[in-house]
């Protein structure tokens, strides 16, 4: 079980086109997050990921260096602290596995499945059982009872 931490969720955002990781950010700000860095490359997300250990890694499936975002993921979720959510427009490119990620939200997204998922995200690392009816936009991956 991750280490329990009352307060904003500490997240990564894993995004190559800059506005869209700008707008994000501004978003987990003003939901009460703190973002932790943004990544364009799978090698800067992964060497951010190890180094700055985010609660929630935020993850496109394409980026700068191509359909790579399923890596980044399988990266990541090995360090049970972190859990990785995908955002992409690219669902059919998710592995049956979701790559050890907890879901998907869909692009292009919403203020209010970012923050279903993030509130969902915050319910389960505090160990109360977060209710799968009320995320609107946000899927969860099959082994994660979605």
Avoid: W
């Avoid at 059919?92 to 939200?105: E, Q, S, T, Y």
Wanted: net charge negative; hydrophobic share 45%; glycine share 10%.
């Amino acid at each position: 079980m991750p280490e329990v931490r009352e307060g904003p969720l500490r997240i990564l955002v894993v995004e190559d086109e800059v506005l869209i990781a700008l707008e994000l950010e501004c978003l987990l700000e003003d939901l009460g997050h703190v973002s932790v860095g943004v990544a364009g490359s799978s090698a800067d997300a992964i060497a951010l990921g190890r180094t700055t250990l985010p609660d929630v890694a935020l993850v496109d499936i394409h980026l700068i260096d191509g359909p790579t975002g399923v890596e980044v993921a399988r990266q990541l979720s090995r360090d049970p602290r972190v859990t990785v959510v995908f955002m992409t427009a690219n669902a059919k490119r998710i592995p049956p596995d979701f790559a050890g990620a907890l879901g998907v939200i869909a692009k292009p997204y919403s203020e209010r499945a970012v923050a279903g998922a993030l509130d969902y995200v915050a319910q389960r690392r505090a160990g109360h059982p977060p209710s799968a009816e009320t995320l609107d936009g946000f899927h969860l991956a099959p082994a994660a009872g979605g």
